[in-house]
């Protein structure tokens, strides 16, 4: 468990397990104790390197006031140059929704570092030309949320996201191993599925009668799935 200051900002991280690096992306409004208390970490720390993050405004790490140090661009970076500090070049990266936004963004300046890509419940289309089914509503947050999130910080960190320009004008760009999952119950299905098709090398698993954030945490429908794609991955690299 560290910090990482990052343009006077600190943004907490954790480094589990041994084996090949495979980062973990979590969602929005969320945090890497997630990947914790879903149970990912037992899993996938057995066989990998497992490297953890909270994004600008989520968990541990620092609530600027600037709205720019909340884009998507601007999390990719901090996660690359947390990567950097710690000597690891080449990794996997598993993220879910706001996480999966990253790794698409990571295609733009960083595929040759990336070794596969796992996505889930997020595509590549930009906010600006849809309906968000995850979004900041005050009022609407549990108890849960408000007591352990700067609400401040996730405000910031939902509009940032509405400025991503998606990336489906570079996954022609990525030729890596990909797999895609999400419920088949997602309202972003559809759009996930012609993401999928853009992809040279890509596999969609769909979870039936799943919702949204419930492929996140159903984890009984999809690990044995994930297991076999990253040992996939480490037979052809040796």
């Given at each position: 468990m560290s910090f990482f200051n990052?343009?006077?900002?600190n943004f907490?991280?954790?480094i589990i397990g041994n084996g090949p690096a495979l980062v973990l992306s979590h969602p929005y409004m969320s945090s890497a104790t997630h990947?914790?208390?879903?149970?990912?970490?037992d899993i996938l720390s057995k066989d990998?390197?497992?490297i953890m993050f909270d994004y600008t405004g989520h968990g541990k790490s620092s609530c600027p006031?600037?709205?720019?140090?909340?884009?998507?661009?601007?999390v990719s970076e901090i996660l690359i140059n947390i990567l950097n500090e710690n000597k690891i070049s080449k990794f996997s990266i598993f993220g879910f929704s706001m996480g999966g936004r990253i790794c698409y963004e990571l295609i733009r300046n960083y595929e040759d570092r990336i070794t596969s890509m796992i996505i889930g419940?997020?595509?590549?289309?930009?906010?600006?030309?849809?309906?968000?089914?995850?979004?900041?509503k005050e009022e609407n947050l549990s108890p849960i949320v408000k007591?352990?999130?700067?609400?401040?910080?996730?405000?910031?960190?939902?509009?940032?996201?509405?400025?991503?320009?998606g990336a489906e004008d570079i996954i022609k760009n990525y030729s890596k191993p990909c797999?895609?999952?999400?419920?088949?119950?997602?309202?972003?299905y559809n759009w996930i599925e012609s993401t999928a098709s853009k992809f040279d090398n890509c596999e969609l698993f769909g979870m039936e009668g799943l919702g949204h954030i419930g492929a996140f945490w159903r984890i009984n429908r999809i690990k044995e799935k994930i297991i076999q794609f990253l040992e996939m991955q480490k037979i052809s690299e040796s």
């Open positions: 990052y343009e006077n900002n907490y991280y954790e990947w914790h208390k879903s149970g990912w970490v990998n390197t497992l006031k600037e709205i720019e140090k909340y884009y998507i661009s601007y419940g997020m595509h590549a289309k930009p906010p600006s030309l849809h309906k968000k089914i995850i979004s900041y007591e352990k999130f700067d609400l401040n910080g996730l405000k910031l960190s939902n509009e940032a996201q509405d400025e991503w320009q797999l895609m999952f999400a419920g088949s119950e997602d309202p972003y």
